[in-house]
T-cell receptor
Framework: DQQVKQNSPSLSVQEGRISILNCDYT??????FLWYKKYPAEGPTFLIS?????DKNEDGRFTVFLNKSAKHLSLHIVPSQPGDSAVYFC??????????????FGKGTRLHILP | NAGVMQNPRHLVRRRGQEARLRCSPM?????VYWYRQLPEEGLKFMVY????????ESGMPKERFSAEFPKEGPSILRIQQVVRGDSAAYFC??????????????FGPGTRLTVL
């Protein structure tokens, strides 16, 4: 049973517009949320994270929003650029009180930025 | 500072053979994680190791799979008697000493295993 769900396998967005990627999770005990970006034939690279004590974190063009009551988070990219075309993985970890930091990944959303 | 290194990048094995995947963590990192990505799936946690210790192997299949991270040398993920269902991309990640806050995991480029 999937603990992290990304219901959109793919998303196409015009260059310059806003890209919104969504993610739902099932366990209210998750403590830390991450977004990873992955290009073909490469490993995932960390993009942005948010702790459960916050509802928003911003880093340049990337903003992550967390709605704990809805168990939902989203990644906003604005403005979208051609280099943003990649697979984006939503991920969670249980947090430092757990004995390890194993990451639980969603299945990913493939983002296409259209010229 | 070199990133996480994995080799080989591509590995082809016939059913019944053994596969050995190697991971050299980033310099100064003592924590290694292995993940597997099946086609059209997200990455799934397999095992977490520190030097000479397996900390969490809850994601490892019960048979044929083993992992080690010796005092010297890379971490090794070993798959014995491979089957077609083992075909996947295997990613290694490393992080520095674990503190009270989450430490980012840095991923290697992966090893793509194909079982014929």
């Amino acid at each position: 049973d999937q603990q992290v769900k990304q219901n959109s396998p793919s998303l196409s967005v015009q260059e310059g517009r806003i890209s919104i990627l969504n993610c739902d999770y099932t366990n209210s005990m998750f403590d830390y949320f991450l977004w990873y970006k992955k290009y073909p034939a490469e490993g995932p690279t960390f993009l942005i994270s948010i702790s459960s004590i916050k509802d928003k974190n911003e880093d340049g063009r990337f903003t992550v929003f967390l709605n704990k009551s809805a168990k939902h988070l989203s990644l906003h990219i604005v403005p979208s650029q051609p280099g943003d075309s990649a697979v984006y993985f939503c991920a969670v970890i249980l947090g430092p009180m757990n004995r390890d930091d194993k990451i639980i990944f969603g299945k990913g959303t493939r983002l296409h930025i259209l010229p | 500072n070199a990133g996480v290194m994995q080799n080989p990048r591509h590995l082809v094995r016939r059913r019944g053979q053994e596969a050995r995947l190697r991971c050299s963590p980033m310099k100064g990192h003592s924590h290694v994680y292995w993940y597997r990505q099946l086609p059209e799936e997200g990455l799934k946690f397999m095992v977490y190791l520190q030097k000479e210790n397996i900390i969490d192997e809850s994601g490892m299949p019960k048979e044929r799979f083993s992992a080690e991270f010796p005092k010297e040398g890379p971490s090794i993920l070993r798959i014995q008697q491979v089957v077609r269902g083992d075909s996947a991309a295997y990613f290694c990640a490393s992080s520095p000493n674990r503190g009270r806050t989450y430490n980012e995991q840095f991923f290697g480029p992966g090893t793509r295993l194909t079982v014929l």
